[in-house]
């Protein structure tokens, strides 16, 4: 089956750094993706999303950037800062209930 | 609002018993979901309802899951008898629409540990 993946496992970035996450999907048939925020002890939380139909949405400090040439989805932090600290997961649906990746960690140091 | 909220917030239990988790959607969602979060495997689909009914539980793991929503504002999961391999968090979330394309609200989880 197909499936979502993540490329770097644990991403280390200095306050103040812009960071990227990275997600790969393999379902052409997804046409919604989402990317969720998950600190120790509590569950994801909702960040931000994009429907197939758009290849870049912006929020406060971050973006969403999807490539469907390549089915790659990418997660821009700017002015990262301590409290980014956490466990990024992309998920993807649209043809199902939402597929979720395995997780990046993010590690911002002061 | 509160949120999702969900009940037990750990549970430790020997292999062999039942366990019961509860959840609490946000009032006016009508769709729930049930998930369970391993470092192995990730983020878990085990089963969805919509408008209290179930839709597609091809996640729950065996029969000795089970799930329920007897109305809009309550469901449990459970596992009887658990076995340790059933250790994980398990994430309620509930969302306002009906359709997969939505964004889903998580509860804070129950991190079951079975002995």
């Known amino acids: 089956g197909e499936s979502v993946g993540l490329h770097l496992p644990t991403l280390s970035v200095q306050e103040g750094d812009n960071s990227i996450i990275n997600c790969a999907y393999s379902?052409?048939?997804?046409?919604?993706f989402i990317w969720y925020k998950q600190e120790s002890g509590k569950g994801p939380q909702f960040i931000i999303d994009?429907?197939?139909?758009?290849d870049k949405r912006q929020g406060q400090r971050v973006t969403v950037l999807l490539n469907k040439t390549v089915k790659h989805l990418s997660l821009q932090i700017a002015a990262t800062q301590p409290g980014d600290s956490a466990v990024y997961f992309c998920?993807?649906?649209?043809?199902?209930?939402?597929?979720f990746g395995k997780g990046t960690m993010l590690l911002v140091s002061p | 609002d509160a949120g999702v909220i969900q009940s037990p917030r750990h549970e430790v239990t020997e292999m062999g018993q039942e366990v019961t988790l509860r959840c609490k959607p946000i009032s006016g969602h009508n769709s729930l979901f049930w998930y369970r979060q391993t470092m192995m495997r990730g983020l878990e689909l085990l089963i969805y309802?919509?408008?209290?009914?179930?839709?597609?539980d091809s996640g729950m793991p065996e029969d000795r899951f089970s799930a329920k929503m007897p109305n809009a504002s309550f469901s449990t999961l459970k596992i009887q008898p658990s076995e340790p391999r059933d250790s994980a968090v398990y994430f309620c979330?509930?969302?306002?629409?009906?359709?997969?394309?939505?964004?889903?609200?998580f509860g804070s989880g129950t991190q079951l540990s079975v002995l």
């Open positions: 309802f919509n408008n209290n009914v179930p839709i597609d």
């Open positions: 379902n052409s048939a997804s046409d919604y």
């Open positions: 979330a509930s969302s306002s629409g009906g359709s997969t394309n939505e964004k889903l609200f």
């Open positions: 998920a993807e649906g649209g043809y199902s209930t939402l597929t």
């Open positions: 994009i429907r197939s139909n758009m």
